[in-house]
């Protein structure tokens, strides 16, 4: 789980995705990853513009609590 750092709206605004696929650059390190949003759009970031979050699972799927 993660935020999606936006310069043009404050931090409590920024948007959650789930992490789909990492994908690694030339040299090994991981770069880009691609994530689905809440509305299950697929989308594209550098790995500088994701945050990620602390999630307690507590026995429950983070999928379903987050994306219902």
Do not use: S, Y
């Not at 404050?10 to 509305?39: F, N, S």
């Not at 790995?47 to 994306?67: K, R, S, T, Y």
Request: charged share 30%.
């Amino acid at each position: 789980m993660v935020l999606l750092q936006e310069d043009v709206c404050p931090r409590h605004m920024w948007k959650r995705a789930l992490i789909e696929q990492l994908i690694e650059g030339r040299d090994g390190m991981i770069r880009t990853v691609v994530l689905r949003t809440p509305e299950g759009n697929k989308i594209t970031r550098p790995i500088q513009l994701v945050i990620p979050l602390e999630v307690d699972q507590d026995g429950e799927d983070v999928e379903e609590c987050l994306f219902p």
